[in-house]
Structures are given as C-alpha cells and as structure tokens.
C-alpha cells in the first residue's frame, strides 16, 4: 500500500468504498451509475488502494474505464507523475490497448519517446503486446538509452533493438520434467547431487501430481547449514495434503527447527474436531483486530472441518464482506462453501466481477446459470483484458451448459 496517502477505506455500503475493495458488487453498481462512479474509477487508478501488493487492480479498473466509456486522457496524463504512479497507468493503458484503444496505445507510445520513466513501460508493453506495436520503437530506444547512467537488466526487448543488457552471469536451469517420479526421487535421495539438483527435482515433482514417496524423504531435504528447508520443499509438502499428516507428527517434534515448523504447519493445515473451538476463536481475534493480512490460512484450516464449522461462519462471511486485502477473499468463499454452500449464490455471481482472478474464477465455476450469470460468463470468455486461465474457464463453462441444454 502506498505511502503518500493516508489510506481511509470509504463506507462499504458506498460505490466508493466497494471499488476502493475491488468488489464485484462496485463494479456492478458502478456500470449501474455510470455518472456518479467515473471520480471513483479515476481515483483507483491514481491511488493505490490495494492492501498489499498482491492484490490485483488493473484488469478490474481497466474494465470499468471501457464499460463506463471513460476517456483515457486522464490515465495517460498520470503517466507523467512519479514512477508508481506511471506503472499504475500504465497496466490500465495496455490492457485498454488490448481491448481496441487506439489513444491508450498512442498514449504510451507516446510515453516512451518522450517520458521519464519509459525504460520501465516499453519493457511492460513488450511484454504484453503484440510485436508489431511496439517493433518500430527500436531506433527510439536506441537514441534514448544512451541519457542512462545505467544499461537495462532484462534481457527484452533491449537485445531485440541490439542494446547491451548489464552483464550478469546466467546459467538456465536443466529441465527434469522428462525424468520419471522414481528418477526425481532417486536424485533427491542421492547424498552426492547438489543442493541446485535437488531444487530442480522438486520443481519438476510441484509440476505433476503428488508422490506419497517423497514423504520418507523430507528430513533429508534441509539445506546444508541445517536451518531451513530445500526452496520448493515446503510447496511439495502442501500438495500432498492429508497424506503427510502420519510423518508430520514426527516430524513436529524433531530438534530441527525447519523441520519441526513444517510438521506443525501440516497437522495445523488439517486439524482434528478438536482444534474447532481454537480456530473460531482466531478468527473472532482476527476480526476484532481488522488484521486483514492472515485469515486467509484460518479460514481454509476451519474450512476443512466442513458441516461441524457453522460457527465460524460469522467471521467468514464478514471478512468476505469488508476485507480490503482481496487476495485473500476467494478463500473465505471457499471455506464458506465447504460448510455450507446454501445462500452463496449472490456471491458466486458478484465474484464474476471481482478484481481478483482467483475469485473470479470461483465465479465462473459455481455461479447459478441465470441470465446475468451467463451473459457476463460469455463476456469473460471474449475478453482480451482477461487472464488466458479467466477464458479458458469461461469457455469451458460455456460448453458445458450448452452440453446440458442439448442433452
């Protein structure tokens, strides 16, 4: 969250307040009021209102400014302030772009002839713009890179342009991906392989499905100073899920510490009946804090205990409601769901419009099939501001109510 402002979240029954969330249900009453909303839309974009950075903003504001029919003029002309700001801008400006703006492309190519801070945009746009908007950029590129004090460090699209890149040593990670599980074991049970195999061997084993066999494994897989795990080792445990919680009792009471965290997070994740009253009561803490940051890992922990939770729902509901920090809101929905999914619907639906992928994901998936469900399900397919998982799912969706309907 930045800090220049003093961050005051507006009420959250308030147009105002929903958008500064990114809830769906701004989004839905903004293209309702189109008059009274285009200040706060505007707003959204220059200041950053996102509780932490892993919040997403920018298809969700990009969206509004197309759907409200907004000028553009006013985001290309924040271009010009400071960095943060600039980089704000410019996410909304490239996804207009890809929806048919011809000022919002001209506007930041614009930028980058003549802007401060345009080694970070034509690095963005070249990113995710077609090659053939930006291409004709190179002899700019090349006149403009000589006022820097410092070469760029990305690779694209300098080398592109035949522009010098800092010197950096690089050496591609081997791909595993073709060795069988019992090969990627064989080189995490190796003692000779190197730290740097067995990172690589984990990797290759997050990217398919959970093998019971790493389990005996995982004492061994501390990096060599004995004070933490292998990267990508606590990732591997998670996904196997229930399956681990036997040697996570062990493991919990082991004179590691890395180890014995890592078997308390797992008997934590999946707790017993017993554990209820102490999850509600973090969660009722939590709420009574406003700690926005966190809850997400309680909720999906009560979620787990399905029915026998009720109590938590409260909290669960509230939290989905209020939180500014929507990275974690599609976990409350889930958790909800999995105790009980009756009077979820008006959810499922404003999560189509949510900012967060994720949530709107969980929309496309559950949404009753009304008409507004299916028109902005069909919408999502089509759009070229949305994610590639967002239209594939959308899409997959789609055929699967025309699949009933013609059955």
């Given at each position: 969250?930045?800090?220049?402002?003093?961050?005051?979240?507006?009420?959250?029954?308030?147009?105002e307040?929903?958008?500064?969330?990114?809830r769906?249900?701004?989004?839905?009453?903004?293209?309702?009021?189109?008059?009274?909303?285009?200040?706060?839309?505007?707003?959204?974009?220059?200041?950053?209102?996102?509780?932490?950075?892993?919040?997403?903003?920018?298809p969700?504001?990009?969206?509004?400014?197309?759907?409200?029919?907004?000028?553009?003029?006013p985001?290309?002309?924040?271009?010009?302030?400071?960095?943060?700001?600039?980089s704000?801008?410019?996410?909304?400006?490239?996804?207009?772009?890809?929806a048919?703006?011809?000022?919002?492309r001209?506007?930041?190519?614009?930028?980058?002839r003549?802007?401060?801070h345009?080694?970070?945009?034509?690095?963005?746009?070249?990113?995710?713009?077609?090659?053939?908007?930006?291409?004709?950029?190179?002899d700019?590129?090349?006149?403009?890179?000589?006022?820097?004090?410092?070469?760029?460090?990305?690779?694209?699209?300098?080398?592109?342009?035949?522009?010098?890149?800092?010197?950096?040593?690089?050496?591609?990670?081997?791909?595993?991906?073709?060795?069988?599980?019992?090969?990627?074991l064989?080189?995490?049970?190796?003692?000779?392989?190197?730290?740097?195999?067995?990172?690589?061997?984990?990797?290759?084993?997050?990217?398919?499905?959970?093998?019971?066999?790493?389990?005996?494994?995982?004492?061994?897989?501390?990096?060599?100073?004995?004070?933490r795990?292998?990267?990508?080792?606590?990732?591997?445990v998670?996904?196997?899920g229930?399956?681990?919680?036997?040697?996570a009792?062990?493991?919990?009471?082991?004179?590691?510490?890395?180890?014995?965290?890592?078997?308390?997070?797992?008997?934590?994740?999946?707790?017993?009946?017993?554990?209820?009253?102490?999850?509600?009561?973090e969660?009722?803490?939590?709420?009574?804090?406003?700690?926005?940051c966190?809850?997400?890992?309680?909720?999906?922990?009560?979620?787990?205990?399905?029915?026998d939770?009720?109590?938590?729902?409260?909290?669960?509901?509230?939290?989905?409601?209020?939180?500014?920090?929507?990275?974690?809101?599609?976990?409350?929905?889930?958790?909800?769901?999995?105790?009980?999914r009756?009077?979820?619907?008006?959810?499922?639906?404003?999560?189509?419009?949510?900012c967060?992928?994720?949530?709107?994901?969980?929309?496309?998936?559950?949404?009753?099939?009304?008409?507004?469900?299916?028109?902005?399900?069909?919408?999502?397919?089509?759009?070229?501001?949305?994610?590639?998982?967002?239209?594939?799912?959308?899409?997959?969706?789609?055929?699967?109510?025309?699949?009933?309907?013609?059955?």
């Open positions: 969250m930045s800090g220049e402002y003093e961050m005051s979240y507006a009420c959250l029954d308030s147009v307040g929903l958008l500064q969330r990114g769906g249900l701004g989004a839905v009453r903004a293209l309702q009021g189109p008059q009274g909303a285009a200040v706060f839309v505007y707003d959204g974009i220059r200041r950053d209102w996102r509780w932490d950075a892993t919040d997403d903003r920018a969700y504001l990009a969206s509004l400014v197309r759907g409200l029919e907004l000028s553009p003029t985001v290309i002309g924040q271009l010009a302030e400071d960095e943060e700001s600039c704000r801008a410019c996410e909304v400006l490239e996804l207009l772009a890809l048919g703006s011809d000022e919002a001209e506007g930041l190519r614009t930028y980058i003549e802007g401060k345009w080694v970070r945009v034509l690095e963005s746009v070249s990113a995710g713009w077609p090659t053939v908007w930006w291409d004709d950029l190179g700019v590129a090349r006149a403009r890179i000589g006022e820097k004090a410092e070469l760029p460090w990305y690779f694209e699209p300098w080398t592109r342009f035949g522009i010098e890149v800092q010197t950096r040593p690089f050496v591609p990670r081997p791909c595993l991906a073709g060795l069988s599980d019992d090969e990627l064989a080189l995490l049970t190796g003692s000779t392989a190197e730290g740097n195999v067995k990172v690589d061997a984990l990797r290759a084993l997050n990217g398919r499905e959970p093998v019971e066999e790493l389990i005996p494994l995982v004492p061994s897989l501390g990096t060599p100073d004995g004070r795990p292998l990267p990508l080792l606590t990732r591997a998670e996904r196997l229930a399956l681990a919680i036997p040697a009792r062990g493991w919990a009471q082991d004179g590691r510490p890395w180890l014995a965290q890592l078997g308390a997070n797992v008997l934590a994740d999946h707790p017993g009946p017993e554990a209820l009253p102490g999850l509600v009561e969660l009722a803490q939590q709420w009574a804090a406003r700690a926005w966190g809850p997400q890992r309680t909720a999906q922990r009560v979620g787990r205990l399905g029915t939770a009720a109590g938590a729902v409260p909290y669960l509901r509230r939290f989905w409601l209020h939180t500014p920090h929507s990275y974690e809101r599609a976990a409350y929905l889930e958790a909800l769901a999995a105790i009980d009756s009077g979820l619907d008006y959810a499922y639906t404003e999560s189509l419009w949510d967060e992928e994720t949530a709107r994901l969980v929309g496309i998936a559950s949404a009753p099939a009304g008409p507004e469900a299916l028109e902005r399900i069909a919408a999502l397919r089509d759009d070229p501001m949305e994610t590639p998982e967002v239209r594939a799912a959308a899409a997959a969706r789609q055929a699967s109510i025309t699949n009933s309907v013609s059955v």
